[in-house]
């Protein structure tokens, strides 16, 4: 398996574990957003928290150049780690949310 297809497959498996994951509170659904043609995957939570609406962008991955780019990140230890977890090397992983454009290459 060449390396973009590696990557989209560990993307994969890391949203769809991260979705599993039920809200402690409200009505809340989490949505996992794999869009394998422009390389961008997002984990949502929608629903409702009492009278208020939940509309959040839990984390946001794409792949870029042949590495994944982190353009957000809500998870609470990172979602950096469970890359790295996966087989990614740190080397392949772009922080976009802490740093500007001119850093990231």
Do not use: C
């Given at each position: 398996?060449?390396?973009?297809?590696?990557?989209?497959?560990?993307?994969?498996?890391?949203?769809?574990?991260?979705?599993q994951?039920?809200?402690?509170?409200?009505?809340?659904?989490?949505?996992?957003?794999?869009?394998?043609?422009?390389?961008?995957?997002?984990?949502?939570?929608?629903g409702?928290?009492?009278?208020?609406?939940?509309?959040?962008?839990?984390?946001?991955?794409?792949?870029?150049?042949?590495?994944?780019?982190?353009?957000?990140?809500?998870?609470?230890?990172?979602?950096?780690?469970d890359?790295?977890?996966?087989?990614?090397?740190?080397?392949?992983?772009?922080?976009?949310?802490f740093?500007?454009?001119?850093?990231?290459?």
């Amino acid at each position: 398996m060449d390396k973009l297809e590696n990557y989209r497959q560990i993307i994969q498996q890391t949203v769809n574990h991260h979705a599993q994951y039920v809200p402690s509170h409200g009505q809340i659904q989490s949505i996992p957003i794999i869009d394998t043609v422009h390389d961008n995957y997002l984990l949502m939570d929608i629903g409702w928290n009492n009278n208020k609406r939940v509309h959040d962008v839990i984390f946001h991955l794409r792949i870029e150049e042949g590495k994944i780019w982190i353009e957000w990140d809500g998870v609470e230890t990172g979602i950096a780690q469970d890359l790295m977890e996966a087989g990614v090397p740190k080397e392949d992983i772009v922080l976009a949310l802490f740093q500007q454009p001119f850093v990231r290459l």
